[in-house]
């Protein structure tokens, strides 16, 4: 991919207009790419829901891009670039199979970040190469207009064009005398000729209602992604930031110059280390005092929770889980911020209490781990009364990243890891958790949990609700509706809340099924194909 390099400041003022008019240098490839890009685009996503067409078009994207990449860039070499490279192909896979927005979320960041590697192959964070693929789109847009003005002061140019025009008119003119020629002389090529004009016509009037301001529009906006994805602008801006952040926190000394010489200044430096001492003092009786009230709070949490709870009448288990899962895992990143505040700088350094201090931090960490059971502990008994949901699978998923960060906190306290450490380190694991969400098969497995016997109570309308894939599902176990006290039907988030009898829940569901059957055959086009609502299809119609 051919790569260009900005000018950093314009000497003049006529220079400056000069270059803001100058087109970017694009290569016969991309000057190939980008229009079929943005017709690509087009055919796949206007009027279209997300499915096979997102993974086609990127696909397109990936495939344009290394093939426009040097065969010895620097990129190739970047554990990141392969990263993104291998989640951008899985996601994609994703979702094709599924069509999960958890799917499409992940194949759309995936290949944004990826561009990122491809704009600066040294990035680490993957936050920095988002934006740095976003910085490169917007800075390329511009660089892209000239080529869409008239050509102005062009008597050259109108010669050329002249000349073209001659070398392309003059075999259109034979070609146009042999056909008449062919015609006169073959019937059949005549009539095979008729029928190719005729569906040329009928394809022509069926294009023009299409051609409307609203497609127009996004049209445009295909191609300027199109041209974001496959023009790279160097954007340098992250990578200078990213460059003067270390993985490890560094001792930092004041010292002052004296004739030339660097001299320690001695004042300074005892007032560095009473300073020093009073933070130590502060983050020691922290830890203490956060340590004992968070031990009582996690002996209550592991008498009451962690054995024999059981869920009595007339206890408000929304509030047990809602309100104080929140509380606690606002309190778990609390202390991770406290920790990183006081381990920052040089009390990393600090060896009359270093010890003492990483072991009462150390601790603390360990009790919010087993303070993170606790809020896990919470939403599995809340799943175990009450069903299963969205908002439930991602307090188990910012659970998994919570131990994750809590076990960088304990690499930054005991080998001193900078902040920029941490977040890469976490950046890497919510990106893995992004994938592995994008590999579920969610709705499905929620349907079926909750459509247990078991439960009393089922929320219906949340289920009907989902994407209609799941309506079969629902409809081979709806025997389970004879045996609930309570089947809510109204949306979820509505201020009303509407119940049913089980019969007037059956006949709920059918209704929807039948209308997805009607509707599916008539809706379905190849751009929005995905294998997961294919095969409930099937399954539905037999």
């Not at 509707?519 to 379905?524: C, D, G, I, L």
Request: charge should be positive; hydrophobic fraction near 55%; aromatic fraction near 14%.
């Amino acid at each position: 991919m051919t790569t260009f390099a900005v000018p950093a400041a314009a000497p003049a003022a006529p220079a400056a207009t000069a270059a803001r008019r100058r087109p970017l240098p694009l290569t016969a490839l991309q000057k190939l790419l980008l229009p079929l890009g943005a017709v690509l685009f087009d055919v796949l996503f206007y009027q279209q829901a997300v499915g096979l067409n997102l993974a086609l078009y990127t696909l397109f994207v990936v495939a344009a891009t290394l093939v426009g990449l040097p065969r010895h860039a620097a990129v190739w070499r970047s554990g990141y670039f392969r990263l993104l490279l291998a989640g951008t192909l899985l996601s994609a896979g994703a979702v094709v199979w599924y069509g999960s927005g958890a799917a499409w979320l992940a194949c759309v960041a995936s290949l944004v970040m990826l561009l990122g590697f491809v704009n600066q192959p040294h990035l680490r964070l993957l936050a920095f190469a988002l934006l740095t693929a976003l910085g490169g789109a917007a800075r390329a847009l511009p660089g892209l207009l000239p080529y869409l003005r008239l050509p102005s002061n062009g008597a050259g140019k109108w010669s050329r064009t002249r000349f073209y025009g001659r070398l392309l008119l003059a075999p259109l003119a034979v070609l146009v005398v042999f056909h008449f020629l062919f015609v006169l002389a073959n019937p059949r090529y005549a009539a095979l000729a008729g029928q190719v004009f005729e569906h040329l016509g009928d394809w022509l009037l069926a294009l023009l209602p299409a051609i409307s301001l609203p497609h127009l529009l996004f049209f445009l906006v295909g191609f300027a992604l199109t041209a974001g994805a496959l023009v790279v602008v160097p954007l340098h801006y992250f990578q200078d930031r990213e460059s003067r952040l270390g993985e490890f926190v560094r001792r930092q000394r004041d010292r002052v110059a004296s004739l030339g010489v660097r001299r320690p200044d001695f004042r300074a430096l005892d007032r560095k280390a009473l300073d020093l001492r009073k933070e130590y003092l502060a983050a020691l009786a922290v830890f203490g005092l956060v340590n004992a009230l968070l031990l009582i709070v996690n002996i209550i949490d592991i008498r009451w929770i962690w054995f024999g709870f059981v869920l009595t009448p007339g206890f408000d288990l929304t509030q047990f889980v809602h309100e104080g899962t929140y509380v606690l895992i606002f309190s778990i990143l609390v202390a991770m911020g406290i920790v990183l505040w006081f381990f920052r700088r040089n009390l990393n350094f600090y060896q009359p209490g270093l010890a003492a201090l990483r072991w009462g931090a150390t601790v603390w960490v360990v009790q919010n781990a087993v303070l993170a059971v606790s809020v896990g502990l919470r939403n599995y008994y809340y799943i175990q009364y009450t069903g299963l949901a969205y908002k439930r699978i991602g307090v188990y998923g910012f659970l998994l990243l919570t131990f994750f960060g809590l076990v960088t906190v304990l690499l930054k306290i005991w080998q001193r890891r900078s902040a920029f450490g941490l977040v890469r380190l976490n950046s890497l694991a919510a990106y893995g958790l992004l994938l592995l969400l994008a590999l579920g098969n969610w709705e499905i497995w929620i349907a079926r949990y909750n459509l247990n016997a078991r439960f009393s109570t089922l929320d219906l309308g949340f289920l009907l609700e989902m994407p209609a894939r799941v309506l079969p599902e629902v409809a081979a176990r709806q025997q389970v509706l004879d045996g609930m006290r309570r089947i809510i039907i109204s949306p979820p988030g509505s201020y009303q809340e509407e119940t049913a009898t089980p019969a007037e829940a059956r006949t709920l569901i059918q209704q929807r099924l039948a209308a997805w059957r009607r509707a599916y055959p008539r809706q379905r086009t190849w751009q929005s194909w995905t294998r997961a609502e294919s095969a409930a299809f099937d399954s539905a119609v037999r």
